[in-house]
């Protein structure tokens, strides 16, 4: 899908305006967004613009790494954005590479598919935003990124107490699989951020004769994703201990349900094993007695309850030490 912006200079919002044709558009002070654009839309923009192809598709690869490159006058800066995802239960989340691409007077973005990020930009939630500023448009998407990674990162400490309390009650394959979700998420999360810590500090030292309006801006995105990679290094472990805590406590509970088992496996064989011998078909101590049985049932009785008080014994000796 091609999107065609600009900013409406009286409200300051960006717009967005319906294009028949890419042929003869002068491209200045405008905003192409491309979103999982089709190989024909993609021949339609590099016709029109120049860009070179592969900074087009650069951003429809998920595993496409954080960089920055310049080729034929055009300059693109691939960074990860955060992205939400529903599943059946839950939400999971992840992130996916955005690109920014700046050349010949054109800004084109390009995304494997929508995200709030964008939307933001589209709805006029971003103050001061100016297409025509290139150097700060592009700040501004680093800003408003990371300030994102930081929202998705507080949900995600969110949905990790909300399962810790439902595991305390019992524990299910449900919260679990939550559980490993979010922890997989923090993964994404945190091999991302530092990807583009990376790219912010090359923007950083090469961006020259920005105005001061600008340069803090940059510093303001620098901030949030530092403060991003130590939430989320945070998060990781503490979402690490509940995993290796209830760990522990699933063993100790089968310990527990084992020994339980175990010791009415023990109290079970007792009477049996008299019931046994008892049944031989052979003399047996009170054969043909009628009050024989309940000599039997007393003492099968008698010698069960001294064993259970044994075992009991020895679990309490077991349970201080």
């Not at 800066?77 to 690109?99: C, K």
Request: glycine letters at 4%; hydrophobic letters at 40%.
């Amino acid at each position: 899908m091609i999107q065609m912006l600009v900013t409406d200079v009286e409200t300051n919002k960006i717009n967005e305006i319906s294009v028949t044709s890419l042929v003869g558009i002068d491209f200045k002070d405008k905003w192409i967004h491309l979103t999982n654009p089709t190989d024909r839309e993609i021949e339609l923009i590099m016709r029109a613009t120049g860009a070179p192809e592969d900074m087009l598709k650069a951003a429809l690869d998920d595993e496409e790494r954080a960089r920055i490159e310049s080729d034929d006058g055009f300059t693109m800066t691939l960074f990860d954005i955060p992205v939400i995802e529903e599943e059946s239960t839950h939400f999971s989340y992840n992130t996916m590479p955005l690109g920014h691409i700046l050349g010949n007077g054109v800004l084109i973005t390009v995304c494997l598919k929508e995200n709030s990020i964008i939307h933001t930009f589209m709805n006029g939630r971003v103050k001061n935003c100016d297409i025509s500023n290139k150097a700060r448009f592009l700040f501004q998407l680093f800003y408003s990124s990371h300030v994102k990674y930081l929202q998705y990162l507080r949900q995600i400490d969110k949905s990790s107490r909300r399962i810790q309390t439902e595991l305390h009650r019992s524990t299910k394959n449900k919260e679990l699989i939550q559980l490993l979700d979010l922890q997989n998420s923090l993964v994404y999360f945190s091999t991302s951020l530092r990807a583009n810590n990376g790219i912010l500090d090359k923007v950083a030292k090469y961006s020259k004769d920005i105005s001061p309006e600008d340069e803090e801006l940059l510093e303001d995105a620098i901030i949030e994703n530092r403060q991003a990679i130590d939430m989320c290094k945070i998060y990781r472990e503490i979402l690490a201990g509940i995993t290796e805590t209830n760990g522990t406590v699933i063993s100790n509970n089968l310990n527990i349900i084992m020994r339980v088992l175990t010791s009415l496996t023990v109290l079970i064989s007792v009477p049996t094993l008299v019931a046994s011998f008892w049944g031989m078909n052979t003399g047996v101590p009170f054969a043909g007695k009628q009050w024989g049985f309940w000599i039997v049932i007393v003492f099968s009785a008698v010698v069960t309850a001294i064993s259970g008080y044994f075992l009991k014994k020895a679990n309490d000796i077991s349970n201080k030490k």
